[in-house]
C-alpha cells in the first residue's frame, strides 16, 4: 500500500521533533555552534538542524547518530508499559495505545537521514581522518544509506515496531 | 536530519554579528566568544521544552511502571514454558501470580485452570471453571487445551449418576453384577472405574483390580488415578520393575506432581534404590507441603531404608500428632507396619 511520505511524516511527528532534538542537544553537549534549527515542517526534510562544520570527526559521528540512540531509547522505555498489556495480556487501556503509537513514532525516526549520512561520508573521506573514524564511518555510512533505502520498504516503520514492540517481548523472553 | 555550514571565507577574523575580534583556535567560524557561546546555547522553543518535559514524563512514567508489567510477564511466560514441560505446580504457582496482578486475564485464567487439573487442585479448577464459562476464549490453542483438561477433571469428579449409583446402595457395596449394569449405561465414567478398583483391592482380589485398571488406562491413557493405583497395585504384587514404567508414564505427564514423586520413591525403595528414593521422597516433600501425608510418610520410609533412624522418628512423631483423617490414618499406618518389620516390604 502506497502511504505518500508526508503523511506518515505528519503522523509520527513525535519522533521527527525527538530527532532534531536530539541532533541539538549533541551539538550542545560538544559545544559546537547552532545556527538554525527546524524542529518539524511540512516538506522535505520534515526538520533541521544547520550547526558549524565539526572539526573532531568522533564528535561529528556522535552528532549525526545522536537520534539512532536517543529515539531507539527514548521509544523503547516509552511504550515498555504498554507494549505487554497490549500484545501480551489483551487488556490494553487507552494510555497504552498512546504510549505504543509515541515509542513507535519516536524509535521509527531514530535512523539518520541521507543528509547525516552525507555528513559522516565527508567527514571520513576527508584527509586526515583517523583509522579508527574510517572504520566506523564507512560502514555507519553504508547502514544509513540501507536504513534510508530500507525506509520505502517501511523498513523504518519495522524498526520502531521492533523497538517498541519486540524488545519488551525480548526482555521477557530472555528473563524468564 | 543535520546540516553542517562550510567554512565562510572572511576578510577578516572579526566575530560577524559583533564585529569583536573572533575567539583564538582552529574553529571554522569566526565568532567571538559570547556569540559563539550564544550559538553554541542556540534556544531550545518554550513549545519544544513543553514538548520534552512531556516525553521525560513519559519516559519516568514509564520506568517506574514497568517493572510491574515486566514481572507480570515473566511470570506469565514463566508459567506457559513450565506447563510446556509439565511441570504443573511451577505453572500454577506464576499464573497465580499473573491472575493476582492481571484480574480477569483470559490467557491466564485459562492456563490456571489448566495447570489446576494437572496438580489435582480441584478447589482452584471449580474457582476457574466459574470464572471462565461465561467468557468467550478467541485463542483457539488455548480453547482447545482448556477443553481437554476439563475432559480429563471428569475423571476426577463424582458425577451424578455416579452419586446416584451410590446412595442406591447405603448398607453393602454394590455387587459385581451392579457395578458391570453401572459400566455398561457409564463407560467412560472413569471415576467410577477407579473406584471400583479400589473396592477390588480392598477385597485383595488384585488381579481383577489390575483388569479393571488396565482398561481404564485403555481408556485414558494419562489418567492419573490410573496410574497412580497400578503403580501401587504392582508393588503390593512386588513387581518393582514393571510398577516403576507406570510411575516414569505418570511423571512424564506432569514432572513436579508429589504423589507420583512419592510413588516412584516407593518404588525405588523396593528396588534397594535408596538414596535416589530419599531424593524424590525429599523432592516430593517439598512440593506438597506439610499437608502431604503420602509424601511426608514416603520421607519417613526413605529415612528408615537410608539408616536414619533419628529423621525417621522425629517425623513420625510429628506425623502422629499432624495426622487427624482416617484414609491418611490408614496409609501412615502401613508405613510404620513396614518400619517395625510386621509388613514385608521389600526382600
Known sequence: ?176 | MEETLEPEVVPSRDCPECGQPAMEGNHPTPLCADCRQKYVRYPIPVWIRIFGACIAALVLFSLFTFPKDLSVGINLEKGERAEKAGKYLTAQRAMEKVVQKVPGNIEAEGHLLIDAVYTQDMETFKAQYAKLKDRNIEDKELFSAIEEAMDKAGGYFVNDSFTSFMTAHPGAPPSDIEWASYFDKNPRDFYALATYASALNDRKELDREDSVLRVLLSRDKESYIGLELISSLLREEHKPDEALIYNDRLLRINQELPYGLASKARTLLMQKKDREALQLSEKACQLGGSDDIYSQSTLALAYHFNQRPADRDALIRKLNSTIKDTSDRGGFQYVLDVISNKEKFRD
Open chain 1, 1 to 176: 500500500m502506497f502511504i505518500p511520505g508526508f503523511v506518515i511524516t505528519l503522523l509520527t511527528f513525535p519522533g521527527v521533533i525527538v530527532h532534531e532534538l536530539a541532533h541539538q542537544l549533541f551539538c550542545r553537549l560538544y559545544k559546537v555552534p547552532v545556527f538554525k534549527v527546524v524542529y518539524f515542517q511540512m516538506g522535505n526534510p520534515a526538520g533541521y538542524v544547520l550547526h558549524e562544520a565539526v572539526q573532531n570527526k568522533a564528535q561529528g559521528i556522535m552528532i549525526s547518530i545522536g537520534p539512532f540512540i536517543v529515539n531507539s531509547v527514548i521509544g523503547a522505555i516509552i511504550s515498555l508499559p504498554a507494549a505487554l498489556p497490549i500484545f501480551k495480556f489483551h487488556t490494553g487501556k487507552p494510555l497504552d495505545y498512546l504510549l505504543i503509537y509515541l515509542g513507535v513514532s519516536i524509535a521509527m525516526h531514530a535512523f539518520p537521514s541521507r543528509g547525516d549520512a552525507n555528513v559522516i561520508w565527508n567527514s571520513v573521506r576527508e584527509p586526515g581522518a583517523p583509522l579508527w573514524v574510517k572504520i566506523v564511518g564507512y560502514p555507519v555510512v553504508g547502514l544509513i544509506y540501507a536504513g534510508s533505502i530500507g525506509s520505502f520498504f517501511w523498513l523504518d516503520l519495522l524498526y520502531g515496531v521492533g523497538v517498541a514492540v519486540g524488545l519488551p517481548n525480548l526482555l521477557i523472553a530472555i528473563l524468564a
